[in-house]
Nanobody, 126 residues
Framework: QVQLVESGGGLVQAGGSLRLSCAAS????????MGWFRQAPGKEREFVAA??????????DYADSVKGRFTISRDNAKNTVYLQMNSLKPEDTAVYYC?????????????????WGQGTQVTVSS
């Protein structure tokens, strides 16, 4: 089993930046795929960004709404995945969840990830 703990959320003005971190512990070898999802009030949880290891290459995937603004990265030595969020907009306000899984094919879905963190709140003021 993998435990995931997010940090780095907070309140920021529109146009600002935040970096979220997700520290993994436990059976981290089962987390070749790591991702970020978010859930805004009254809305369903949605995919934000993910990275997967193919055996030779790391692939990065992003939701269209965050492409060019958000960057996902991972530090395997620290078992940590990051989400750098720049040019934040009020519509980015949500609880952000870190997720870990073995693999995904394309268009990462919640069902591809078996481990989830508790979430961290990101609020962007206008």
């Amino acid at each position: 089993q993998v435990q995931l703990v997010e940090s780095g959320g907070g309140l920021v003005q529109a146009g600002g930046s935040l970096r979220l971190s997700c520290a993994a512990s436990g059976r981290t070898r089962s987390t070749y795929a790591m991702g970020w999802f978010r859930q805004a009030p009254g809305k369903e949880r949605e995919f934000v960004a993910a990275t997967k290891w193919s055996g030779t290459t790391y692939y990065l995937d992003y939701a269209d709404s965050v492409k060019g603004r958000f960057t996902i990265s991972r530090d395997n030595a620290k078992n940590t995945v990051y989400l750098q969020m720049n040019s934040l907009k009020p519509e980015d306000t949500a609880v952000y969840y870190c997720a870990g899984g073995f693999y995904y094919m394309s268009g990462p879905r919640e069902s591809d990830f078996g481990s989830w963190g508790q979430g961290t709140q990101v609020t962007v003021s206008s």
